[in-house]
């Protein structure tokens, strides 16, 4: 029953979303959604990294994570540029009831990147709002049925999360850039040759 739950509850709040698809690269975004789960009691240091990175590009940046306990690690507890929540703030069937859970999900966004890349244990928290999110374009590394991504990075070629990020880069890089394809495509064709 609890799974007819999460089912109905994705597919009635996608039916009042009017998603407008577009693939953006990071000189057309002007607002990125960042999406992960706390691992091991830490919020992957990638995630960081690709806040910074946009925000070097004067892109705005949200990012929201969640932590599969019932109260925030310690450590965690300051982190202030990020928006966390808990087991405890779902409600009986699993989706999330956060404020800024709310706040994340009434907001509207270019690109929204799922770091979230381990299918077998992918919670269904994040996959609420991954679903539900109003984004243009929505990049993600799990394939699992009714998948969201308008764009997928193959996660199994790519060992670590700091892989997965760099070809998440290089693809919206080369999003409606016809010099950054050729280049890509030349120093492709030079590493077979070389």
């Given at each position: 029953?609890?799974?007819w739950f ?124 991954v679903s ?13 049925p009714r ?48």
């Amino acid at each position: 029953m609890r799974n007819w739950f999460r089912k109905y509850a994705i597919v009635s709040r996608k039916k009042r979303l009017v998603r407008v698809k577009r693939f953006h690269s990071f000189d057309t975004a002007k607002t990125v959604g960042i999406v992960f789960k706390v691992e091991d009691g830490m919020v992957p240091p990638e995630v960081f990294a690709m806040r910074s990175f946009l925000l070097k590009k004067k892109v705005k940046c949200a990012a929201i994570g969640y932590c599969d306990s019932k109260t925030l690690p310690e450590e965690l507890a300051h982190v202030a540029s990020l928006d966390l929540f808990t087991k405890q703030e779902l409600n009986w069937y699993g989706r999330p009831v956060a404020e800024n859970v709310n706040k994340f999900l009434q907001g509207s966004y270019d690109i929204v990147i799922d770091f979230c890349r381990d299918g077998e244990r992918y919670p269904y928290p994040l996959k609420y709002i991954v679903s539900t999110v109003q984004a243009s374009m929505i990049i993600g590394g799990v394939l699992y049925p009714r998948c969201p991504y308008d764009l997928v990075v193959d996660a199994q070629q790519v060992c670590d999360t700091s892989g997965y990020v760099e070809q998440v880069k290089h693809y919206i890089s080369i999003i409606n850039n016809p010099q950054a394809a050729r280049a890509g495509e030349e120093k492709e064709e030079g590493a077979a040759n070389g």
